[in-house]
């Protein structure tokens, strides 16, 4: 019905950058609200940033200053820059949209990319 898929994940040293990227795809009349959470190992899921369909956003406060989260409506597209990254950035990234569809609303998560960061 609906696919997000994310890309962009990898290796990169601390104080590098690395740009995230999701796409919805499938049964999309319009999404409200975008975002990106992760999770590291032996934690749980956390709000990284998030994006309203109007460009309102909001960002976890770890990440405030280094990370910019953006949307492409027109190509149903979120995309997290990343820079200045942390060890403690590592984790597993997973796009989540809030998206209204030919049947419905709901929320909608990606598979996940991962991020590792070494020091």
């Known amino acids: 019905q609906v696919r997000l898929v994310e890309s962009g994940g990898g290796l990169v040293q601390a104080g590098g950058s690395l740009r995230l990227s999701c796409v919805a795809s499938?049964?999309?009349?319009?999404?409200?609200?975008m975002g990106w959470y992760r999770q590291a190992p032996g934690q749980q899921r956390e709000l990284v940033a998030v994006?309203?369909?109007?460009?309102?956003?909001n960002y976890a406060d770890s990440v405030k200053g280094r990370f910019t989260i953006s949307r492409d409506n027109a190509k149903n597209t979120v995309n997290l820059q990343m820079n200045s990254l942390k060890s403690e950035d590592t984790a597993v990234y997973y796009c989540n949209g809030f998206i209204m569809t030919t049947v419905g609303s709901s929320d909608y998560w990606g598979q996940g990319t991962q991020v590792t960061v070494s020091s």
């Open positions: 994006i309203s369909i109007g460009g309102t956003t």
């Open positions: 499938g049964r999309v009349v319009s999404i409200y609200r």
